[in-house]
């Protein structure tokens, strides 16, 4: 993985005095690209509405769509955009995307969503070897009040030895990051055997919600009946208050993974 330099596309707004923010809310959902687990049937405008419910600050989104040809000439409710814009809507000004896995009909990846700006951010192709394709979405965020926060988008292999590597990257990748600066790291670990949270343990001053608050990491797939703690939320330089899992209707008819929300305290 290269840390190449972090997109300059978006630059930050003029600066203007506003209150410090000290609390963030969180949400982190595996979307299955807007279909119910076995893709029986399109729920993303169902998806949306839930999300929105949540009134989270930042949503953190695994396996959505950026464009898939064949899906948007077969359901007539498909959306005009992409995936990601469509769930931002008017509620999240600002949104990043990353481009994972690409294919003949189109590409799906990481997003974030946010209702501050995003100045900066960049996809590290975290791809081992073989088709299967991974990316760390990491965004740089002007929050008031703070000098920067990152946001870090994770969705890993299906592989043990595949996740271990990949692990050893996001790593590299906190370590490169300032050391005062809040660091939210959500998404879709796929660590199944739990050796991967072992690993993130070694990492200083970073802890997860769950385990934090419950001694366990939180149980999220399969989404009617969670046996696998897959999804996680990790803090750095933050303080976290009131993790919860979204478990209940609608949530365990809108994918496959159960979402993880959390109240971040900067």
């Known amino acids: 993985m290269s840390f190449d ?9 003029p600066f203007t005095a506003q209150p410090a923010v000290q609390r963030l809310r969180v949400l982190t959902v595996n979307t299955h690209k807007g279909f119910t ?15 929105r419910s949540t009134r989270a600050d930042l949503v953190f989104l695994q396996e959505v769509l950026g464009d898939h040809e064949r899906h948007a000439s077969k359901f007539s409710n498909w ?6 814009e469509f769930l931002a809507d008017s509620m999240w000004s600002d ?16 997003a974030l969503l946010s209702k501050y700006p995003i100045v900066r951010h960049r996809n ?25 926060v990152h946001a870090i988008c994770v969705h890993l292999s ?32 796929n660590d199944w055997q739990l050796r991967g949270n072992a690993q993130m343990a070694k990492c200083s001053d970073l802890h997860e919600a769950f385990e934090h608050h419950h001694g366990l990491l939180a149980k999220t797939y399969p989404a009617r009946f969670p046996l696998l703690r897959l999804d996680r939320i990790y ?13 209940s209707k609608p949530w365990t008819h ?4 159960l979402p993880l929300a959390v109240e971040v305290h900067l």
């Not at 029986?40 to 999300?51: D, H, K, T």
């Not at 660091?183 to 670990?189: E, K, L, N, S």
């Not at 208050?241 to 478990?247: A, K, R, S, T």
């Open 37 to 51: 687990a076995f893709n029986r049937r399109f729920i993303l405008p169902e998806l949306r509405e839930a999300v």
């Open 254 to 257: 809108l994918s496959d993974h």
């Open 158 to 189: 299906l592989l043990e030895s595949h996740r271990q590597l990949q692990l050893g990257l996001l790593r590299r990748l906190l370590e490169s990051l300032p050391d005062t600066a809040p660091v939210i790291i959500a998404g879709d670990f």
């Open 235 to 247: 803090l750095r330089n933050a303080r976290s208050h009131e993790p919860q899992i979204l478990g």
């Open 95 to 110: 949104f990043a995307y990353g481009r994972n896995a690409v294919y003949p009909k189109g590409h799906h990846g990481n």
């Open 79 to 84: 959306p005009p955009t992409s995936q990601y």
């Open 124 to 148: 590290l192709d975290v791809s081992i070897t073989g088709p299967e394709r991974r990316g760390l979405l990491h965004c740089v965020l002007q929050v008031p009040g703070h000098h920067e």
């Open 5 to 13: 330099p972090l997109d300059e596309a978006v630059k930050p707004p």
